[in-house]
């Protein structure tokens, strides 16, 4: 695996490291960024979905793999959020997270057909 590969694979689990920490802090210790809800669901889901599908190089079955992952995790994070102080689910913000998801997997393969990563 190239360096490159790993740099990118590394960021995608710390991405997954922020968005279940995020999602499961309690409603008092919440950041906040000034961004609406669904709008940190789409960027964190995107950005993590893109990282991921980058490091699997256009494989088109891992890559749907890693969509339906990440939609699962964000089933089980608002799930969870109910065990979290102050926190509520909302079947909104798993539609946008796995939008972002799914967005995030088909940018990162545009991209990689565009921009040859150094791989």
């Known amino acids: 695996m190239s360096s490159y590969r790993r740099i990118v694979l590394w960021a995608g ?18 950041p906040s960024t000034g961004i609406p809800d669904w709008g940190e669901h789409f960027i964190a889901y995107a950005g ?9 190089q256009r494989r088109i079955g891992r890559l749907a ?22 926190r509520d689910t909302s079947l909104s913000d798993f539609v946008v997270s796995s939008a ?15 921009v040859r990563p150094p791989c």
Do not use: D, H, K, N
Not at 14 to 27: D, H
């Open 100 to 114: 972002g998801a799914a967005f995030g997997a088909a940018l990162a393969m545009l991209v990689a057909r565009v």
């Open 13 to 30: 689990y710390a991405s997954l490291v922020v968005i279940v920490v995020t999602s499961l802090l309690p409603a008092r210790q919440m």
């Open 48 to 56: 993590t979905a893109f990282l991921f599908a980058l490091a699997l």
């Open 65 to 86: 793999a890693l969509v339906a992952a990440l939609c699962l995790l964000a089933g089980a994070m608002e799930i969870f959020q109910l065990l979290s102080p102050g």
